[in-house]
Structure formats: C-alpha cells, structure tokens
C-alpha cells in the first residue's frame, strides 16, 4: 500500500519538473566538433524555447497582416507589392512543397528577389537547409559549392539557369526549380506555390502551424554560407537557428531597424546588399522582424537607388564603402530632405567617405564583421562628446571598427608577432594594451560565432585555435576600448622596417580631389624591400587629366602623408576590381602590380 502510495507521489512529482531530453557531443571526421543536428542536450521548460529567425514571418504576419512586406520590379519590368499575409503564405505553400519532395538541402542561385526572401522562410520552415551563393562565381565554383555541401534541389533565377548546365550533367537527380521572376502565376517557382498549397490542404490545412518555426535544436543547421574563395576553395560556414536568431536581433538595434528617423512609419529597406552575401548579413530576418518593407532589387543601378531613396521614403540599406563612394558620386545625387541610414561594412570605410555621406543625409552605421560572425559583430558607436570635435578628428573617430554587438561578447585584440619572412601569427591569446598603438589581431567569441566549416575539421580548429574566433585582421584597440583596423595580415605594408598600413595611407590618399577610389598594395623594391603602389580611379569630370605623377607629387607636397608612406607608384585605372558585394579584390591587385595578368577583373 505504501509503495504504491510512494508511486503515485513520485509520478505526481515528476510532472512539476522540468522534461529534458539528453544526448552527447559528438565529434564528425570531416567536419566541425559539434553536437549533431536535432540531437542536442536540450531543456522544454516553460521559460525556455528553442530560437530560430524563421518564426519573424509568421509573427508578422499575424501582427500586422496587411503591413507592407515586399515592393519589387520584376524582370519583365511590373511592379510588385505583397502584403506579410501574403509573403507568409507564399514562404509557408514553398515549405509544404518542399517537404512533400522530400528536399532537405536547398541550393539558391538569385538576384535579391521575392523568390529569394520567401525560400529563405519557406527552407526554414520545411526544417531545411538553405544554401545560397554568389551568382557571380565560375559556373565550375557554383559546381563545386553545390557538390560539397551535398544539396538535393536548387532554386534558380531564369537569369543565370546556365550556369548550372555542367552541374546537371554530374548530378542530375538534384532538383532544379526556376524562377522566371515575372510575377504571380507564371513559371516553374510559381506553380511549386500552387503544388506546396495543395499539400497543405492534403494535410490538413494548418499552414504555418505544423512547421519548423521553433526547431528542435536550435545549434542545428539553418544555412551554410559560403566564403568567397579567391585564395582557396570556397568553405562552407555553419550557420545555426540561434546564431542567426541573435545577430538578426542584434541587427535591428544596432542598425535602429525599430526607430524612424524620418516621418516613414516603418523600416523601409533597400536591398542592395546580395541576399547571398553571409544570408544578407541575416537583414533577410532582421527587417521581417520589426515587419519593415523589403525594397527589392534585381541588380545595383545608381540612378534607379537614387529614384527609390526620392520617391519610396527608404529609411535604410547596406552597402560596402565601394558601393557608397560610386553612390555618391553618381550623377542623380543630392541631399535627401530625410536622413537614411546606412549600414556600412565589407572593408573599412574612410573617414572623407563618411563626410561626404553625411552631407548627403547618408548617415553612416558603421559595422565590422566576416562570414564567420554572421555578418556584423561590431559596430562604431556615435559619442555625443565628438559634436564639438574638429571636422577631421570627429569622422576618423567615427572610421573605427568600434565594440562588440549587444548580443555577443566585447571584441578583443590579442598579440600577434612576425616571423622571418614578415608573416603575422597570434602569439598565444594574450591582449594587447588599450592604447592605440600596439598592433594586434581581432577576435571573438559568443554567440554569433559562426559553427565552424561544414566538412573540413582542420580549418575549423585553426579558426578557434586557442579558443577563439580568428579574424586575420590586424587592429589596435583603444583606451576607450573600441577597435580600429589596420588592415588584413597580407595587406600590411613592411617597407625599410616601417609597418605601412594599406588603409591608413588609402584614407589619406583619397582626400585628393580629383581621387574616386583608392587601394593600395606592397610592391618589392631594391632599397627598401617593399614600397607602396596605389591604383586609383578618377571623379568623372577629371578622367584624362590626372596621371599618377600627379598623384605622387600631391602625396609629396600637399597630402601631409609621411614620407616613408607616399606611394613609390600610382597607376590610374578605369575601374578596381571588386567582389560582387563590393570589396576591392586585392589579391588581383597584387598580382597585376607583380606584372601578372590582367584578363581577371
């Protein structure tokens, strides 16, 4: 009697507890330490649940159905607006169609298109993977990227369809979905919709209510995102639920996605930022999440961006400092009557960019971040005691890298050393001073952290060697505790024993007036054993009139830049090559300033 009384009370006791399901840690051959996908140690309580971004749409869509979501011109020129009830229903019919084929790998070869942001919900909602790359790769590379990360369907854009022609040939039972982008009803992507929709149905009905908008593991796989791979096979970056939970959110405060600076009732954001780039620098969820309207675009067209800034009340965009140089510089530019706001990052930005945005009413989010970190992890914070700064010492504070992002940890610096041949490397993981001198590498650790790399354990080890998250950047860390890059590793400049930064002396070459964009690489040189060369291009109204000696003797006379530092060459181009986000692609540049080749662009 009493052991069954001591029964009933026990099982009586176990419902009051919290229910946890555990597994252990794993550690695969061929890819990063980790614990396996929807098998993490893991707790239901009822203050905890599991994170997953997909959930913003949804959420949106039951908050504020009729809310603008989507404005688009289409390839065959119609413009398009969706409401959230409509994109949600659009993203929850390609989840259904998804899980009826059975796809759990989803490829995306687009242009910033409705297409792409609603696969980007419905992959995540099906319990997918998406896995979404650079249309402006070799159609080779895109092979080689879809192969290895082993996806079983792809959705393309009509527009670059052929370049997966080889990829069809060796792996023809992966599933290829187009896009033909011309609006609702026509072509394959729209009648998947119409297919997803049915099953739905077949189901039940219940639409987003039965999917994956709060996933069982929420370390478990949402994208992998791939690097660009100029100097190396592409590497596949682990992405999870969480991590892109938290740099979205992270995101909408550091970018103020939730503020208006303007008499605009919500975000509106311009896509000029790839989609493909980092997921969007996880924009894709973070403006669905304040239920802001995705201003998409096919491709970057200056005087169509300046249309929208004028005519659509856009309050925010990303974009490289390339991008905003070429911006400004257009011939349809002039001061907004309301401020938008930019985020701004891929490579360090110049302080004489930023005034120029400013006067513009471009206010400038300054943020620093890798593929590795989900895009943005730091941002450079606006001080109100720098209103009263010089002009110049004001805009070279708002150039730093800054502080680590709400949702991470501070970034860190920690000492580096070269070796004989110049070559930098951590040196244990030890901080270096906070006095703006000492140089450094950044690092991180927290939670948007990327994973690791997808299949290949060596380089995810050498990416946390030591427990944190290498970067490759060489920095100097303030006594304020903001960061401030210097450059790349292979970017520093060793000239007669002197570091010469590359974006240091950029900064200051820039500020000529008839200079557009500068970048500057090592050359070899007798006496010195490196110099610099600059490769500049020229303001339109300028272009024949400026020659690169002209360039050196300002650098000489009227720059201000220190001798040791003025370029030994310069040679004007009629465009730098660039990554398709923006990034001066450097490694080209060194290799044409050692007599390379110049077919490559």
């Not at 610099?532 to 291009?537: D, L, N, R, S």
């Not at 990554?579 to 662009?601: F, P, V």
Request: aromatic share 8%; hydrophobic share 35%.
């Amino acid at each position: 009697m009493a052991s069954t009384a001591l029964s009933r009370l026990t099982t009586l006791a176990s419902h009051l507890l919290p229910s946890t399901t555990t597994t252990t840690t794993t550690h695969t051959k061929d890819s990063a330490p980790r614990k396996p996908d929807h098998s993490h140690t893991y707790t239901h309580t009822h203050h905890i649940h599991q994170l997953s971004p997909t959930l913003f749409l949804p959420r949106a869509a039951a908050i504020e159905p009729n809310a603008s979501a989507i404005y688009h011109k289409t390839a065959n020129g119609q413009i398009i607006r969706r409401t959230y009830a409509e994109t949600a229903t659009r993203a929850a019919n390609f989840a259904y169609f998804l899980k009826k084929k059975g796809w759990k790998r989803v490829g995306i070869l687009c242009t910033n298109t409705p297409a792409f942001l609603e696969a980007i919900y419905g992959i995540g909602g099906a319990g997918a993977v998406n896995v979404a790359i650079n249309y402006r790769l070799k159609a080779e590379d895109i092979s080689y990227i879809f192969t290895h990360a082993e996806v079983d369907s792809i959705l393309v854009d009509k527009e670059f369809e052929h370049l997966l022609d080889g990829f069809r040939v060796e792996r023809p039972e992966v599933g290829i979905l187009v896009d033909v982008d011309q609006g609702e009803g026509v072509g394959a992507y729209e009648e998947a919709l119409l297919e997803g929709k049915e099953f739905d149905v077949q189901c039940g009905g219940t639409g987003w209510e039965k999917l994956e908008t709060e996933v069982v593991d929420e370390d478990s796989l949402i994208a992998l995102a791939y690097t660009s791979g100029t100097t190396a096979r592409p590497k596949g970056v682990e992405y999870t639920h969480r991590g892109a939970y938290l740099a979205a959110v992270a995101n909408v405060i550091e970018s103020g996605l939730n503020s208006h600076l303007s008499t605009a009732d919500r975000c509106h954001y311009l896509w000029t930022l790839p989609m493909f780039h980092a997921m969007g620098w996880t924009f894709p969820w973070a403006v669905t999440a304040v239920r802001g309207t995705h201003y998409c675009l096919r491709r970057i067209e200056y005087p169509e961006i300046w249309r929208l800034l004028k005519e659509e009340a856009i309050s925010d965009f990303c974009a490289a400092p390339t991008v905003n140089t070429l911006l400004c510089a257009d011939g349809n530019a002039e001061r907004l009557p309301e401020p938008v706001r930019v985020t701004v990052a891929a490579s360090p930005p110049t302080a004489h960019l930023f005034e120029t945005m400013e006067n513009l009413n471009l206010r400038p989010v300054h943020v620093y971040g890798l593929t590795e970190t989900y895009g943005p992890i730091t941002k450079g914070y606006h001080m109100p005691a720098w209103r009263d700064l010089p002009t110049k010492e004001k805009y070279a504070n708002m150039a730093r890298q800054g502080h680590g992002h709400v949702t991470s940890l501070p970034a860190r610096v920690i000492k580096t050393k070269q070796d004989e041949t110049g070559k930098w490397e951590s040196d244990g993981v030890v901080d270096v001073e906070k006095d703006g001198k000492e140089i450094g590498e950044i690092v991180f650790v927290g939670n948007i952290c990327a994973r690791g790399y997808y299949k290949d354990a060596e380089a995810t080890r050498k990416l946390f060697a030591g427990g944190v998250s290498h970067t490759g950047d060489l920095a100097v860390w303030h006594p304020d505790g903001s960061i401030k890059i210097l450059d790349r590793a292979k970017d520093i400049i060793i000239s007669g024993g002197e570091n010469i930064s590359s974006l240091a002396l950029e900064s200051m070459l820039i500020t000529h007036p008839d200079i557009l964009e500068v970048a500057c690489v090592g050359i070899a040189d007798e006496k010195w054993g490196e110099a610099p060369k600059a490769f500049v291009t020229i303001k339109a109204d300028k272009k024949g009139k400026v020659k690169g000696e002209d360039v050196i003797e300002w650098a000489k006379n009227k720059s201000g830049i220190s001798r040791f530092m003025v370029p030994k060459e310069v040679e004007v181009l009629e465009e730098l090559p660039k990554t398709s986000t923006g990034k001066l692609r450097k490694n080209i540049l060194r290799e044409w300033a050692r007599g390379g080749s110049r077919e490559e662009s």
